[in-house]
C-alpha cells in the first residue's frame, strides 16, 4: 500500500515537473537590449553572459564548439579537477577490489558468429571515437564523450573474450601519460602567456582541424585520459589478469 | 511543436517507467538492465532537446558502460534482493 502510494506520488510529481518543462519553457531572447549589472562588480552591461560567450568565442579561442571553448579555454582548471576526480574513482577502485579473492566462475565461450562480428565492429567503435575527441572543437562532442565511445569498444571485446583482460601496464602508462600531458600544456601557457592554460599557440583559420590553439591538444589528451580509466575500471571489475 | 510534445512525452514515459521498474524487481540484474533501458532513452531525450554532446556521453556511459559495471558487481555479490 505505501509503495504505491509513493508510485503514485512521484509519477504525480514527474508529469507536474514535465508539464511545466514542455510547455512552460518559453525561449529565452538572449539578443534583447537589457541591463544586466555584475553582481560582483557592479558594472553594467546589455550582454547577458551566454550571450557574451556566444559573441567572444570566436575571437578569443578560435573554436566553433562553444560548449568545448567554455570546457576547456574558459573554465580549463574546473576540467583539470574534474579529469582529477575520475582519476581518483578509478585508483580507489583499483585499490578496493584490484586485490580481492576471485571466485572460479563458469567461463562459457560466445558463440563464433559474435566473436568474429565483434572484431570486425571494434575498429569503427574505436574511429568513431577517435573521430568525437580530434574534432571537439568544431563538431559537438569532445575529450570525455569520445573517451567514454573508445571504452565502450573495450567494453565489448572484454565481453566477448571472456578468459582475458586488458593489458594494465599499458593502461596506466597511457592514462598518467595523457594527464601529465594535460598538466605540462598548462604549465607552458604559465611559461609563455602568463597563465596556467592560456592558449599560447596561433588561433589558425575558423572551422579547421588545425585550430583553436591548445583546445585539440588537451582534448586528445582527455579522450586518452577517460578511455584508459574507464577501461582500467571495467577491466577491474571483471576481475581477470593476465598470467 | 505537437510532435516535439508528443516525443517528449513518449520518451520521459520511457525514462520513468523503466525506473520505477528498477527500484521494485527483486531480480537485481534485470533491475540493472532496466536502469540502461532507462538511461538509453535519456539519451534519445537528449538528442531531441538538441544537447548531442551530452547525448554522446548518456549513450556511451549511462546505457554502455554502466550497465557493465552493475553486472560485474552483481555477478561478484548476489543477484536476489532479500
Known amino acids: 500500500m505505501r509503495r504505491a502510494v509513493a508510485i503514485a506520488i512521484s509519477v504525480a510529481v514527474f508529469a507536474v515537473l514535465a508539464y511545466f518543462f514542455i510547455t512552460g519553457a518559453a525561449p529565452v531572447d538572449y539578443t534583447s537590449e537589457a541591463n544586466y549589472t555584475n553582481p560582483i562588480t557592479g558594472e553594467q552591461s546589455n550582454r547577458s553572459v551566454p550571450q557574451q560567450y556566444l559573441d567572444d568565442t570566436r575571437q578569443d579561442t578560435g573554436a566553433s564548439n562553444v560548449v568545448t571553448a567554455v570546457v576547456v579555454e574558459y573554465r580549463g582548471f574546473d576540467t583539470l579537477g574534474e579529469v582529477t576526480v575520475l582519476f581518483t574513482a578509478a585508483t580507489g577502485l583499483a585499490l578496493l577490489i584490484g586485490e580481492m579473492k576471485r571466485r572460479n566462475l563458469p567461463k562459457e565461450e560466445p558463440n563464433f558468429i559474435v566473436k568474429i562480428a565483434s572484431g570486425a565492429v571494434l575498429p569503427f567503435i574505436v574511429i568513431v571515437g577517435t573521430y568525437i575527441f580530434i574534432h571537439g572543437h568544431l563538431t559537438p562532442g569532445g575529450g570525455f564523450p569520445g573517451g567514454a565511445v573508445i571504452a565502450a569498444g573495450f567494453l565489448l571485446m572484454l565481453l566477448v573474450h571472456v578468459n582475458r583482460g586488458l593489458p594494465e601496464r599499458k593502461i596506466s602508462v597511457t592514462e598518467s601519460l595523457a594527464g601529465m600531458?594535460?598538466?605540462i600544456i598548462g604549465l607552458l601557457g604559465l611559461v609563455f602567456a602568463h597563465e596556467f592554460l592560456q592558449n599560447y599557440l596561433p588561433l589558425g583559420e575558423f572551422t579547421m582541424l588545425f585550430s583553436a590553439g591548445i583546445i585539440p591538444l588537451i582534448y586528445i589528451a582527455i579522450g586518452f585520459k577517460v578511455g584508459?580509466?574507464?577501461?582500467?575500471?571495467?577491466?577491474?571489475?571483471?576481475?581477470?589478469?593476465?598470467? | 511543436m505537437m510532435l516535439f510534445t508528443f516525443i517528449a512525452w513518449i520518451l520521459a514515459v520511457l525514462v520513468i517507467a523503466p525506473a520505477i521498474y528498477a527500484v521494485e524487481s527483486k531480480d537485481l540484474l534485470s533491475a540493472a538492465i532496466a536502469v540502461g533501458f532507462a538511461d538509453l532513452a535519456a539519451a534519445i531525450l537528449f538528442l531531441v532537446l538538441q544537447a548531442p554532446d551530452v547525448a554522446i556521453t548518456q549513450a556511451a556511459i549511462g546505457a554502455g558502460i554502466t550497465l557493465a559495471i552493475f553486472v560485474y558487481a552483481i555477478r561478484r555479490t548476489e543477484r536476489w534482493e532479500k
Open chain 1, 228 to 243: 584508459s580509466e574507464l577501461g582500467g575500471i571495467m577491466h577491474n571489475l571483471k576481475g581477470v589478469h593476465e598470467e
Open chain 1, 181 to 183: 600531458t594535460y598538466a
